[in-house]
């Protein structure tokens, strides 16, 4: 198969999306927008309940949306039924039909061609996801992952530019997840197919997707590729959603600012009152007396301690080989950039960020 | 696993169908009114204000009322010593207290009419002619003995039900025994008591074969009567309107007295199981009354058939083939018709929950509940004025049979409905099949069992049906039903014995089926 290199063209664009189930019940997706490119695998990040799912199905065309409008390679979705969409789609549950076996769920989607090719072509994606062996089995005769599998198999069979993924992962367990999720990855890579991915799990997020969107009561707060928004959190929402992280206000003088930690560097540069993210890895610990260790986290590679200073909490990440006990007085030494999360006075980005 | 969508609007086709169906079931009703209003003012006045329709309307409220006291009667205490008790051999009782469902009135009347009397089962036994029942406590004998069933079956599983914890609360503050009983467990038996009452007095109403080979004047009888003999349509639209209005009081008082009432069960599965209450010295007294029960509903009319099928003239068996061709030639297509009609009406309730799919399918439980005769009535003056050419044909009768049994069609479908879930169309769709496809190839296979169920279901009933068939039918049809009650009716025992044996031994076949069915 060629692809033309780097060509952004965009495959899936959503535009001013809004969705309520109840006349008085707030809007479930409320005038929300992003796109994606070709071949770009997309994720959706945010708490249960935060319209995700919802946005997906609305992108599928399994509910209607009251205001707003879904492009695919740029032709507008409007009232076509999921059928005519061309977009697959795989289920949480998978949702594989319990009567038919694995190379007839798989060949479900490929009505228009005669059986034999039928079931050739169905032979030929279950190739790709290595169930061959297990073609003619039920569905219940088979584990979750190869379950999952088999949902992937047959969302992809009739060859969609864009599938739609709804928490897949979910009910695998752990350590069938991260090895399903890289086998997914590259099948979809390698066919060029455009995914968005639904998941309320911030680090299948971060590993699977090329690009996130962190999402929250039924909007998106921030996109870009996982590096930026881990990173460059704009909001304390995602800050906080996405890793953790310490909440710091402070008075920002250019690049730099006045904090209770002193005076840090500050990612960009700002002026007057603001909120900073400070992830725990961008603070050490040094013998001290100001700040006194109250909790060890010991994780293996690394060491989360809690620290209080100044009547207030810290998160620091440490390595294992860090000396420090519960009860211990140290000092907390910041090595990072701060990022600025929110303006103004503290209560005022407090009572934003609940909103 | 209960599967819903909620708060989703339903596809036009849908929707447009299901109403569909339910002014199918609707329009031969409206038009009874339509009919029975075109009267004269002062014809009217002479309609209505009748001598007569008083008495029919006390014998009609007299009867319904006996029926649904005797059945309680019966009912709850075998209810009682087949769940609560330490009755020995509790599910052989169920299986006999339940079977005499397979019994159609008609033939229990049939059974009580050929043993009794000169040349009887009882006669021939006892050497002493037995009076033969009729009027009043003939109907009611006949209507207790073969409908209270329905009332067991209901009581049965609202015993199992109940939380034992509330029982022995109601001891620990010191009420015990009956007082318990009365105070603490009848309440709690209540929504399945007014739901079996409901059941039993719908059936007392409609009823026509028992009455009318007993001879005990109803507002069905009477209908017939007029239908029939005089043929003055007017009267006869004005007493089938009367019947139909006497069914909605019943269906209204029942939603009055449920009104209220906590229908919510009680966790299923309780953590402990019911104690047992040991009858004691109540013991022998127990298992006759319920030896009494098997004998006079089950074992007496079973062999009161067989000994008049002996006596059968063999050189008749032509009838009988034909009395079975022709049932199974209207009840079959009627089936599947009735189970057709109610797909979308059971996809409408099961996917789309709300205020419509609600009203179309309480039509469907209206035309369920309407008399059969009264219904019959209606068709029947709907197809003269609408489709001549549809009276007196056997697709007339098919319909008939269809609209009046779709509530038992929907059931089955809908249970299965409930099971399936909707994800499976929507992947259906999302692999491009369109919403009719998705559904053929996504649900209808995991509904296939509650489909063969609703079509055996309704094939049953037509099978047994008698007033419909009686005035649909195109002249000469006779069916199995058919059959029994003319020769009843005519006290030609022998002649109608064959049939009776044969309604009950399918019904009684197809009842296991289901049962069997039910169980895997």
Known sequence: MTREPLAEKTLLEVQGLSKRYLADAPAVVN??????????????????GCGKTTLLRLIAGF???????????GVPMGRLPPEKRSIGFVFQDYALF????????????????PSRERRQGALEVLNLVGLTVFQDRKPHQLSGGQQQRVALARAIAPGPKLVLLDEPFSSLDAGLRQATRDEVRALLKSRGIGAVLVTHDQEEALSFADRLGVMRAGSIEQTGTPEEVYGNPKTPFVAQFLGRTNLVAGEAKGRQVETPLGCLALSQEAYGPVLLSLRPEGIGLEAGTEAEILAREFKGHDLTLRVSFLGREYLV??????????????????????????????ERVKADSRA | MVYRIANRKAPAALVATALGVGSLVLAPLAYLLLRALQAEPAQLGSILFRAQNLELFLNTLWLVAGVVVFTTLLALPLAWLTTRSNLRGKRLFTLLFALPVVVPGYVGAYALLASTGPGGLLEALTQVAWPRPSGYWGSLFALTLFTYPYLF????????????????????????????????VLPQLRPALYAGWLLVGLHALGDFGVVSLMRYP???????????????????????????????????????????????????????KQALIPLGAWRPWAYLFAAVVVMLSLVGPVLSILFWTRQFPFDSSFALLEGLYNSARASLPAALLATLLALPVAYLGVRYPGPFSRMVERTAYLGFATPPLAFALALIFFSLRGVPALYQTLALLVLAYALHFLAEAIGPVRAALYQT????????????????????????????????????????SCLKELPLTFLLSPVGYN??????????????????????????????????????????
Request: aromatic share 12%; with cysteine; glycine share 8%.
């Open chain 2, 218 to 272: 109803t507002f069905s009888y009477a209908v017939y009567l007029q239908y029939s003999a005089s043929f003055d349509r007017i009267y006869a639209a004005w007493l089938a309107l009367m019947l139909l209005s006497f069914t909605v009081g019943l269906l209204y008082l029942e939603s009055r007295f449920l009104r209220g009432l906590s229908l919510s069960r009680v966790a299923r599965g309780a953590s402990r």
């Open chain 1, 63 to 73: 509910e209607r949306p009251d205001a707003g409008e879904v492009y695919v390679q």
């Open chain 1, 98 to 113: 319990p009567h038919l076996s694995v190379w007839q769920n798989v060949a479900f989607g490929l009505r228009r061609l």
């Open chain 2, 153 to 184: 079956l209901n009581l049965r599983t609202a015993f199992l039900g109940l939380d034992p914890s509330l029982e022995e609360s109601a001891r620990s503050l010191g009420v015990g025994g009956l007082e318990a009983f009365g105070k603490v």
């Open chain 2, 479 to 520: 069916t199995l039903a058919t059959r029994v009650w003319g020769y009843t009716s005519e006290a030609m025992f022998a002649e109608a014995a064959p049939f009776a044996l044969l309604i009950v031994l399918l019904s009684g076949l197809f009842m296991g089926m289901l049962l069997a069915q039910d169980k895997s």
């Open chain 1, 317 to 346: 990440q440490e390595s294992p080989t860090c000396p420090f006990y519960v009860g211990d007085r140290v000092r907390l030494v910041v090595r990072a950039s701060a990022v600025v999360v929110g303006r103004g006075t503290p």
């Open chain 1, 31 to 48: 005038n929300l927008s992003f796109s994606i490119s070709e071949s770009e695998v997309f994720a959706l990040l945010g708490p249960s």
């Open chain 2, 421 to 460: 879930p909707p994800k499976l169309e929507e992947a259906a769709r999302s692999l491009g099949s369109g919403a009719l496809e998705a559904f053929l190839r996504a649900s209808f296979p995991l509904i296939r069992r509650g489909v063969l169920a609703s079509v055996a279901l309704v094939f049953l």
